[in-house]
């Protein structure tokens, strides 16, 4: 095998490399748009009938789709501009280099710990809050306008935070790491009109950030005490503080880590009970 043999070999995996990784972000990055993953599923039926038009002779068919298929892009660019827009800015605040921090277990637990700590002082005593994980998707437009805080992350911070009349109260805390970043971050509002009218707007900017980014939104309600979770363009709505942890923990647990070990976390959790107590 020549030397040019093997770098051709080499810029052709390359070449196949950067197409699947290309394509794996942008399908990563609609899997939450609806009116994306809708035009998606349009396109592909599209050429599908194209196929069978051309398989059996359709002529009058196979004519129509291939205006359809000659200016349908340029219509859909012009429609759906919006929706366009926020993908490939879902892309843009993706974190190639994974330059977020990657918590150990012990930081892990630690997190858990007092962010549960403080969700059951906030649940007991109905104070509202939005708390924002950033995960491998960069929230920095978001920190840019809030108040910094950039504080370990510890319950009492948070229960000073959201309590009521405080000046950061109605904005929501963004933690990186095991850092609160800052507090007082404004979030678009999610438009989806399957969202319960029951829901305000911090079940709204919740939804809103989970659908636009892969960070996890927690959310306690002002009005019910009611706590839930937004990840992944969708929204666990009044959960037990027992599901709420289970499910942070596991959405905070790194794809690659099999086990989580969360027994000290159970230890810390029904120490949190027994002061509550």
């Not at 950067?18 to 809708?38: A, E, G, Q, R």
């Not at 994974?98 to 007092?114: C, F």
Request: hydrophobic fraction near 45%; proline fraction near 3%.
């Amino acid at each position: 095998m020549t030397l040019q043999t093997i770098w051709s070999t080499f810029t052709k995996i390359i070449d196949i490399s950067l197409v699947w990784l290309m394509f794996y972000y942008i399908l990563k990055n609609i899997k939450n748009n609806v009116k994306m993953v809708l035009i998606v599923k349009g396109i592909f039926l599209i050429i599908v009938i194209k196929v069978i038009s051309n398989i059996l002779n359709l002529y009058t068919i196979g004519l129509l789709l291939e205006y359809i298929l000659e200016w349908g892009p340029l219509a859909i660019i012009v429609i759906f501009q919006p929706e366009i827009r926020n993908v490939l800015e879902s892309i843009g605040r993706t974190q190639l280099l994974g330059r977020h921090k990657i918590l150990t277990v012990d930081e892990r637990e630690k997190v858990v710990y007092e962010i549960m700590d403080a969700v059951e002082y906030l649940k007991k005593n109905r104070i509202g809050a939005l708390i924002v994980i950033e995960r491998d998707m960069s929230l920095q437009e978001y920190i840019t306008p809030a108040t910094k805080v950039y504080a370990d992350l510890t319950s009492p911070l948070l229960g000073t935070i959201f309590f009521p009349n405080s000046p950061l109260h109605d904005g929501g805390v963004i933690i990186q790491g095991d850092r609160i970043t800052c507090a007082g971050a404004v979030f678009k509002t999610s438009m989806n009109p399957a969202i319960s009218k029951r829901l305000g707007t911090r079940h709204r900017a919740a939804l809103g950030i989970a659908e636009e980014t892969d960070a996890i939104a927690l959310v306690v309600s002002e009005e019910t005490g009611k706590i839930s979770i937004a990840v992944d363009g969708e929204l666990k709505y009044n959960l037990s503080l027992d599901e709420f942890r289970m499910t942070l923990v596991e959405e905070l647990r790194p794809k690659t880590e099999v086990f989580y070990d969360a027994d000290n976390t159970d230890d810390k959790d029904q120490e949190s009970g027994d002061l509550n107590e």
